[in-house]
């Protein structure tokens, strides 16, 4: 009987054990394309260094799916994006402002990563742009201004 026992417990003990281990860290995904649309998606981050000036941000329009508009950090851009296949996006050649700027922006950098970008991940209000699995650009998501959907 006490072997049985023991046997019992070592067998419960391995199983607890190998599902311990087999739990899976999980990034925690805040939405799906749906999250674009509805908010302000203000640069945080650019080639892994932090930005701090300019008011760089994207806008995607609902109902309007192919089309992204904001600012670079002084000027304006505006242009196309294509969405296709599970989180897969393309931004065409984007139109930019010529503004003189005083302050010093990223901006060409920010629409040169731009080009760049084949995939997207929203984590955290967080909208991740990526080139293969290289972070180029974090974006804090913030609430939508209705002066900001003016067309």
């Known amino acids: 009987m006490k072997n049985l026992k023991r046997c019992f417990f070592a067998i419960a003990l391995l199983l607890l054990?190998?599902?311990?281990s087999n739990t899976k860290k999980q990034t925690q995904v805040t939405g799906g394309s749906e999250m674009l649309y509805a908010n302000q998606w203000n640069l945080t981050e650019l080639n892994s260094t932090p930005v701090t000036e300019g008011k760089a941000h994207l806008l995607f329009f609902p109902?309007?799916?192919?089309?992204?508009?904001?600012?670079?950090?002084?000027n304006n851009l505006t242009g196309t994006v294509e969405l296709t296949g599970v989180n897969l996006i393309h931004f065409l050649p984007l139109a930019?402002?010529?503004?003189?700027?005083?302050?010093?922006?990223?901006?060409q950098e920010f629409t040169k990563a731009l080009g760049q970008?084949?995939?997207w991940s929203i984590v955290n209000n967080q909208l991740l742009l990526n080139n293969g699995k290289i972070l180029l650009a974090r974006l804090n998501a913030a609430p939508v201004k209705p002066t900001n959907l003016v067309q």
């Open 63 to 74: 109902g309007q799916v192919t089309r992204v508009s904001g600012n670079a950090g002084c």
């Open 17 to 20: 054990l190998n599902n311990c």
């Open 117 to 119: 970008v084949n995939n």
């Open 96 to 107: 930019t402002t010529r503004m003189a700027c005083i302050e010093a922006t990223r901006e």
